[in-house]
């Protein structure tokens, strides 16, 4: 099953795979999965997929965009072309403050370049982990390339602190307000607000939105009739108004339209 910030997953079935693979047992605590995206339309079209993204930092190894890419803000779109594949890094929240010079916020909307993060060219950590045969070989160079800046990374209290709090706020029936997440982790909101700066990146109002717009997403891809009203109310929204009018920013159709899509 792809992640819920994935809009509409069964395009997305057609256009590439994607698969995920654990980390190693020396770099778990900083990074939470390995992703690997393929595609081959060579003879098609391109198309585009978009995402909702969630609130981590990932670093990319792809021919030519090497980067460790802050949260994105709003949705990211990629364009596939002709035949690919991308290796990519999802930290955990702090997990990638070896590499990022200060608060996690500093990169939020941009991109360290391979040889800020890596310390060599790009073309050079392409070679090394793009040109390995299977998942297993590119992951390993992956986390080679990494290891003597993460492994030196101690667990951070505060770190495991800020993951708490996003789960809590992924969570399926999880806090709708920052008021809420704030209580559910013992800290003030002021406090929770220096925290995810630190250590997520976007504020705890941005989580907690992202959260529940990725959720309304993936119920309306599922089978049976849409009950927006509920929706709307389940997931914390004012009204059914207050949900349309945010997920049509961010997913690009109104919530009844993206139901309508995913029919077929």
Known sequence: MPPKGVVDPAGMARRMDLRRHAPTAALAHCIEYHWIVEW??????????????????????????????GVVAGPFDRTLVGQGRVLGVRFRPGGA??????????????????????????????????????????????EALLAPRLAALA??????????????????????????LAAAVGLDERALQRLFRTYVGVPPKWVVQRFRLQE????????????????????GFFDQAHLTRCFTALVGRSPLDYWKSQRG
């Open 155 to 180: 667990p951070d209290p505060r770190a495991q602190l800020a993951e708490r709090a996003v789960l809590a706020a992924q969570a399926e029936d999880g806090p709708v307000d920052v008021a809420a």
């Open 40 to 69: 081959d339309l060579r003879g098609q079209p391109a198309r585009t997929q978009r995402v909702l993204p969630y609130p981590n930092v990932h670093l990319a190894f792809e021919t030519g965009g090497t980067a460790l890419h």
């Open 216 to 235: 309304a997403a993936a119920r309306l891809a599922a089978p049976g009739p849409p009950d927006l009203a509920g929706l709307a109310q389940a997931l």
């Open 97 to 142: 403050r070896a590499l990022v010079p200060g608060d996690i916020a500093t990169i939020t909307g941009r991109t360290l370049t391979a040889p800020e993060v890596l310390g060599m060219p790009a073309g050079q950590a392409e070679r090394a982990v793009l040109g390995a045969s299977d998942d297993a070989g590119m992951i390993a160079a992956a």
